[in-house]
């Protein structure tokens, strides 16, 4: 099973550091976000990662090498122009194959297992769940009986983690250009094609300075 990791974004809330580094570069423990993720995968048993980047994504080809040093395989889908995230990931398809594959923002610090991904996909997709952070108090959608749906706000009890795992088929029909994969992700809710599972350990979104500082805090308390 391959395993992709979204890295084009320009984390412009975190400016100014990220005006010269790409975010997923960013450090937290003195290892930069995106690495932390691959030595999780290769832990986990991945092989084979996909990443994609766009600002200053060559700094992020040049780090990371072709992943040798981590174990794994990595190739890269380079976007002359912001895709966001559906489109990213459909540009990206040809190198992911047609298995269903897992997805992993680098924008997130987690300690999620991922061998927990390593399953059969019985669905669109599967997503990683968590409980709504401060930053955003309405959440996503709701989880019953280990299906995520749509529901009044009041009953969105959960965010989506930014992991999960995909389907290829979550993309039939699509053409190339920018779009986000939440709009692919509520159509097929709307279908019953999407599972979903309730992560309670380390999620941090990486959205800020403070919540940077926040991760810091958790790798020094672990250390």
């Not at 809330?13 to 997923?24: G, S």
Request: aromatic share 6%; net charge negative.
């Amino acid at each position: 099973m391959k395993a992709m990791i979204l890295a084009a974004g320009k984390g412009e809330r975190m400016r100014p550091l990220t005006l010269h580094t790409p975010k997923p570069l960013i450090k937290a423990g003195g290892t930069p976000l995106i690495e932390h993720h691959l030595r999780a995968l290769a832990a986990a048993g991945f092989t084979e990662v996909v990443i994609n980047h766009a600002w200053l994504g060559q700094q992020i080809e040049d780090y990371l090498g072709d992943g040798t040093r981590f174990g794994l395989r990595i190739v890269y889908s380079a976007e002359g122009e912001p895709l966001e995230t559906g489109g990213g990931i459909l540009k990206a398809l040809p190198l992911l194959g047609d298995q269903p594959f897992v997805l992993i923002s680098a924008d997130v610090f987690t300690d999620y297992p991922y061998a927990n991904l390593r399953r059969p996909l019985s669905a669109l997709a599967h997503l990683v769940m968590v409980d709504n952070p401060g930053h955003h108090p309405s959440g996503d959608f709701a989880l019953v009986a280990g299906q995520i749906n749509e529901a009044p706000a009041e009953q969105r009890k959960l965010t989506y983690s930014g992991v999960a795992l995909l389907s290829p088929q979550l993309f039939a029909g699509c053409t190339p250009g920018a779009f986000k994969l939440v709009d692919l992700l509520r159509r097929a809710i709307a279908q019953g094609q999407v599972s979903g599972e309730h992560f309670t350990g380390c999620w941090v979104d990486v959205g800020t300075h403070e919540r940077l500082a926040e991760v810091e805090r958790l790798l020094e308390a672990h250390a």
